[in-house]
Structures are given as C-alpha cells and as structure tokens.
C-alpha cells in the first residue's frame, strides 16, 4: 500500500492518509529488464506522482518516461526528468538539482546522520596549468576531530599532490577525495615563487566509519566593548542537537549578543535541528510568543490531506520545546536572543544553513559575509521502499529515494536563497591557504566578519603566500551531505509504519 507520510516538521501532527495506489507494483517481466529494475522503476514513478513538489509539472514525463515495461535505468531517468523552469538555474529560474533515487540508500542515509567511512578531511581542489594530462592538488579546509587526518597530524593549509604514489588526475581525484579507503597521500608545500613542490613525505590514512562532529570550533572574542560568539558548524544532524545547546549556553553566559555563525562548508541536514538553532538565536520573546518562523509549500495532493485536520500543518513557529532522536530538550535556558548574526556563507553553504538565514531574517539584523550561496530552496524525505509499501518487494528493500516535496518562505513568504542563492553584504573569500586555523582571528573569512562586528585592529598579515595565477583553488562538495534539507516523518507515524 502506498501511504503518504507526513511531511510537516510538527511531530505532535497525525496525518489523515490521502487516496492513493493501495496495492504492492505489478509488473511484467521482459528479457531484457530485470523485475528489480521493474520494481524500482514503478517505486520511483508512484513516489514522483505523490510525493514530488511539481508533480502536476512534470507528469507526462512520469508516465512517460518511468514506465516498468520499457525503462531500462530508473537512477538516471528521474535526474532526467527532474522539474527545469525555462532555462533553469542559469536563468535564475526554479529547477530541481537534488531529487534522487538510490540502489542503495543506506550510505546517503547515514551520511546526513554524520556517519561516514572516511579519513576525516574536508579538502578544496587546486588545479595546476599546463599540465598533461591534468594534474590537481588538494588543499585541506579543515579535519575532523579524532579521525585518521588529525590523528596524523594534518591540519588546515596543508597541501597534498599524490595519492598512493600517483599524480592526483582524472583517473583517481574522486577516489582520493573522498578518503573512503585507506591511502598513502604525499605533501608538497608553497615555495616563496609560489609553486607547489612535493616534500617526499607520505601520510597513510586508515579509511574508518565514524561519525563526524559537525561543531568544528566555537569561542568568544571582545569586539569594541561587547561579546561575539564563533561557531564554525558543518552539517544540521540530529546528534549535534545537544551540543548545540550547551554551547548556546555557553554563549548565554559569556554574555555574548552577537554571533558570527560560520556556514562556509555547511550542505545543510535535518530541519529539526536546524529549527532548534534558530529557536536559540532568535529574540526570546519571540520564541516566547511563538512566532512564526518558516512555511513550507506542498503539492496538491499533500496540501489536500493534511489541510483537512490541520491549518497550520505547514508552519512552523519558534518554540522551546524539541524532540529529537526521542529525546525531549528544551531550549529555554540556552536562548541568546541575539541582536545580530553575521553569517559566513560560500557557494557550498546550501539548503538548511540557507534556510536558518531565510527564517531569521526577519527578526534578527542579519549581515552575510562572503561569496554567493548555493540556492537550495526546497525541502525533501528520504524514502525507502518499506516506507511507501505495505509489503516491499524484497529485490528494491535498499533501494530509496531523496525526494523534493516542498519549497520553503519566511514568515513573509519570501526566500533569500530562491533561486540561487544568498548574495553577501560583504565580499570576502574562503583562503585556506592563508595559514591561520578556523578560529583564529587572522582567518581571512573570519577577519572580514569580525571586522564588521567593529574590530579595527589588525594583528598580523597572512603566513602564507598569496595565491599566485598558476593555480585555481575551489572547494568539492561531499556526495552524501551537499545539499540537504530533509523532513523526518512524525513519530506517530513511524509507530504507525513499525506496527504493520
């Protein structure tokens, strides 16, 4: 049976269930098509045509295209036919980058829950000139606390040119990112002309599955007479919500009134957590009042079922009172009530670091602080099959699918991040070569954001050379945790699920 969830971030909401397919997929075998493929195809289309926030959109190419008996690759035909407005992104138009289905979800699954099998480096990628074939370098942002990188020693700065005694190339520069194995990498560093040369030394990183602490730094500076607060974040999951109130806290009893929240690297996570660090930052009469504090957009299908026993079934307002992972916190006692936040965005800051700006906005003075944001303006549930079929076909029980099913406002229904991005009040660049840690005040992007809270005294110039035209530098994006912002279903309805 094909059961619509609830998708609203109220957890105390059950939803009515609207009409939908109520039998397991049928289909018919072909020799050239495998009923896995079947099945997954027929899985894809019933998500896409009751869940998809442009379904109505998009629904000849569902039927067309998602068809059991012809289509031969599901995974690629819904990033096919995923909603394009016009011209799309580049037109500064709507267009679905983020909806995808999964062979197997459970890697995606646990990586916006910050569990990864990884080395624990965050990495920017340089790319030399003249160079054939190509030949890279990385550059590293930033390591996670207790992983293999911080164990051996790397930090931020470091430079990193082979990967198991080979140029980093085309051939191997995904591999070598993403850390997912154990590795030997090689490290070069900067000479006065500005090149990059090998030292011969090597780094063996053990590849282990841990979970990765998205709370990198945070701390407290005297900025002409008053407090501002640090807190370099980097991912919205749900483990982090308990840190996040004890450093809130601490916040609280520095006295701090302004913060500097460092979003640069951060690809978004659970809305949960996001609405909980936003009921912590926000004025506390509001949270008091409980103000509201975003509004999300369903399609017609969703807004049908869930509007008959709820009017505010997409609202969400600020509160004190939180549950997540089953534990019920309160925020009360960790509420700032700031009067300013100034945010440190990149183009990698996307989805939920977006959306705590675009809900603030209107009650807080917010400065942005950087380059462009990403644009990720919409909302999505991870769905496996379990949770869509009463009886699952056992050959799609890994396959699942991350799936947009609504757009986000503020209270005034406007979204600064729609459709690409936050644009900065202020222009400064990410330089992890600039040879200061994420916390220092010398920190280029860090600098720029404490120089607008009023702090004039600059203490020391850069360590590190300025980049020279031999190289780009950009940042890669982590497959898995880049461009999230997913709704869990409500408790009840999981039970609801659990019980069949």
Known sequence: MLVVAAACSKESYEPSTPTTPTT??????TPTISSEIQYATQFAKDVLENYYLWNKEIASSISSSLD?????????????????QGGGYNSKQDEDRWTQLFEDVTPFQESVQGVETTNGMSL???TFNNT??????FIVNFVYADSPAAKAGLKRGDYITTYNGEDITQANINTAYYGETTAKYGLAVKTAEGYIQDTGEEVTLEAVKMYLDPIVCSKVFDVAGKKVGYLMYDSFDLDSAEKLINVCKDFKKEGVTELILDLRYNGGGYVMTENLLASMLAPADKVEQKALYQQEIYNSILTQAWSKDDKDFNKTFFTFDHEINKKKLSTKDANIGLNKIYAIVTNNTASASEAILVGLNPYIDLVTIGQRSYGKYCTGFILGADDVYEKAPTVISKWGIYVMITTYADCDNKNLARPVGIDPDVEAKDSPMDGYPLGDENETMLKAALKKAGKNTVVATTRALDNTPQMELKMLRNKYKFGKRILQMPTKFKQELEER
């Open 24 to 29: 397991t997929p049928t289909t018919t075998t």
């Open 68 to 84: 059991p008996e012809t289509c031969t690759d599901p995974v690629a035909t819904v990033e096919k036919i995923r909603y394009k």
């Open 124 to 126: 920017s990628l340089g």
């Open 132 to 137: 054939t074939p190509q030949a890279y370098f």
